[in-house]
């Protein structure tokens, strides 16, 4: 069945940096456009970083662009999310999932920026 398993949380001060992995199975990673979403206490899960099946097209929800960095390694089934210049708004639970989202989400993995 499909597992997503994200990792590279911690808690870090404002200005620094994370980087994030999420290990996928069960799916044809290849073929899927993937995302990392977010979700911070009291509000809804947001797609924050997408990035195309082949890793040549990425967006961004504007208030990381400049930021974070999204990319893959297809013959690992894996996708990244670099994040630099942390703020504490950042401070959520961080998930994978494919775009647009659907089937079972992962643990997710805490990010917690104090200031």
């Known amino acids: 069945q499909v597992q997503l398993v994200e990792s590279g949380g911690g808690l870090v001060h404002a200005g620094g940096s994370l980087r994030l992995s999420c290990a996928a199975s069960?799916?044809?990673?290849?073929?899927?456009?993937m995302g990392w979403y977010r979700q911070a206490p009291g509000k809804e899960r947001e797609l924050v970083a997408g990035i195309a099946s082949a890793g040549d097209i990425t967006s961004y929800v504007d208030s990381v662009k400049g930021r974070f960095t999204v990319s893959r390694d297809n013959a690992k089934n894996t996708v990244y999310l670099q994040m630099i210049s942390l703020e504490p708004e950042d401070t959520a639970v961080y998930y994978c999932?494919?775009?647009?989202?659907?089937?079972?989400w992962g643990p997710g993995t805490q990010v917690t920026v104090s200031s």
């Open positions: 069960g799916f044809t990673f290849t073929v899927y456009r």
């Open positions: 999932n494919r775009v647009p989202s659907f089937g079972a």
